[in-house]
């Protein structure tokens, strides 16, 4: 990103579009993306920032433009809105008040059949190190699991463990109660599962 925009500045830009231009960049590259286009628009160049990310708009923008449906539905200053208020105009909906009570979450099915079962599942890592170790869970039907942490903890591992990418070393995956453990990515699909890549591109 940052060699595109020098070469857009060598050849005398002096309005600069941008769309969506940390989706592949990490938090320390698109930190450094937001210096270059601060040291920009204080030298007089304008910037145009497209993004859904209300953390870029109040780190960089000075102004906001709120679109909906392809339509301009506010026109703000930054400093004279929030994160908070930005959402509600991107939604029909308001937002809920800050203060309300969270939603808790859904209870877990009680009548939902176990569809993927995981038991002491230990993955290696690229380096040969495990970097999934003894993990287990069971999901049922109607339920969604989230798995959080920070990038590098074993998360993708886990992911081409369940769909068949990578063969786990130790413990067990079964769908719909049938062994998975270990199979190719084509025995999978042909028992429903299905993968989306953390690289979208």
């Keep these: ?11 005398g830009a002096e309005i600069l579009i941008l769309d969506e231009p940390t989706s592949v960049l990490t938090d320390a590259e698109a930190e450094d993306l937001f210096a ?7 030298e007089g160049k ?4 497209i993004t859904h990310k209300l953390d870029e708009v109040m780190a960089v923008c000075s102004d906001v433009t709120v679109l909906r449906r392809g339509r301009v539905v506010a026109d703000l200053r930054v400093s004279d809105t929030s994160k908070e208020d930005l959402a ?3 939604l029909e909906d308001a937002a809920p008040a800050p203060s309300a009570p969270a939603p808790s979450a ?17 993955v290696p890592g690229d380096m040969g190190v495990d970097a999934v170790r003894g993990v287990g869970f069971s999901i049922r039907s109607g339920e969604i699991l989230g798995i959080a942490g920070v990038s590098g903890n074993g998360q993708r591992e886990l992911a081409e463990a369940l769909t068949g990418l990578r ?14 453990s270990g199979l190719t990515p ?3 699909r042909s ?9 979208r591109i």
Excluded at 3 to 8: G, H, L, P, S
Excluded at 106 to 122: F, H, K, N, R
């Design 1 to 11: 990103q940052r060699v595109e925009i020098v070469k857009a500045l060598v050849r």
């Design 36 to 42: 270059v286009l601060r040291r920009m628009s204080a």
């Design 46 to 49: 304008i910037v145009l920032l």
């Design 88 to 90: 509600s105009l991107m």
């Design 106 to 122: 859904p209870a877990p099915s009680a009548q939902g059949e176990i569809v993927i079962e995981v038991t002491g599942l230990v």
């Design 167 to 180: 063969t786990p070393c130790a413990g067990s995956v079964r769908v719909r109660g049938k062994d998975a």
């Design 186 to 188: 084509a025995r999978l």
């Design 191 to 199: 028992m429903g599962v299905r993968h989306i890549p953390e690289e």
